[in-house]
T-cell receptor
Framework: RKEVEQDPGPFNVPEGATVAFNCTYSNSASQSFFWYRQDCRKEPKLLMS???SGNEDGRFTAQLNRASQYISLLIRDSKLSDSATYLCVVNHGTYKYIFGTGTRLKVLA | NAGVTQTPKFQVLKTGQSMTLQCAQD?????MYWYRQDPGMGLRLIYYSASEGTTDKGEVPNGYNVSRLNKREFSLRLESAAPSQTSVYFC???????????FGPGTRLTVT
């Protein structure tokens, strides 16, 4: 079993839709959690850190469920520019970051 | 601020050739990392440097060496390139508090 698992998608959604991705992790000792966005042939860019209390940044909301060992990302009012691959990243409190393989989102006009 | 910069952006090598990938960051981060990204796989850590003067192996270090030249710069060397090293290489840096990583634009390496 992979340490971090994501549904690869693609998730095809119309503009304006709400879409949610989940990411499960296997190491209960994981301490920090992140969502990154990666455009085709570009570097991963930090979208948001995920805090225990959950956090929101504009149209994006991230949640952490330690009991069930997953994090989620909700995107409201999807824009064409949101089309990308979303990477889930888990950190074990050291220098070990585990990357998911990503969930591909396509927002359709 | 440029953030994290990498050179070169693209490189084609023949099997057995050597090269060095350069990385620099201007965010005053202590920690720096080298990853490779292959299709269908998550980023995998090659080497990291927790602070200036230290380097440690990651998940896939074989065939690579690194040098932390100073706080800003962290280079990755392929001594004898192999086709299995065809990949996209990303350098990253992080602070020691939030553990948020910031990535360079990547180097696309093809070994023939």
């Amino acid at each position: 079993r992979k340490e971090v698992e994501q549904d690869p998608g693609p998730f095809n959604v119309p503009e304006g839709a709400t879409v949610a991705f989940n990411c499960t992790y296997s190491n209960s000792a994981s301490q920090s959690f992140f969502w990154y966005r990666q455009d085709c042939r570009k570097e991963p860019k930090l979208l948001m850190s995920v805090y225990s209390s959950g956090n929101e940044d504009g149209r994006f909301t991230a949640q952490l469920n330690r009991a069930s060992q997953y994090i989620s990302l909700l995107i409201r009012d999807s824009k064409l520019s949101d089309s990308a691959t979303y990477l889930c990243v888990v950190n074990h409190g050291t220098y070990k970051y585990i990357f998911g393989t990503g969930t591909r989102l396509k927002v359709l006009a | 601020n440029a953030g994290v910069t990498q050179t070169p952006k693209f490189q084609v090598l023949k099997t057995g050739q050597s090269m060095t990938l350069q990385c620099a960051q201007d965010m005053n981060h202590n920690s720096m990392y080298w990853y490779r990204q292959d299709p269908g796989m998550g980023l995998r850590l090659i080497y990291y440097s927790a602070s200036e003067g230290t380097t440690d192996k990651g998940e896939v270090p074989n065939g690579y060496n690194v040098s932390r030249l100073n706080k800003r710069e962290f280079s990755l060397r392929l001594e004898s390139a192999a086709p299995s090293q065809t990949s996209v290489y990303f350098c990253a840096s992080s602070d020691g508090t939030l553990y948020e990583q910031y990535f360079g634009p990547g180097t696309r390496l093809t070994v023939t």
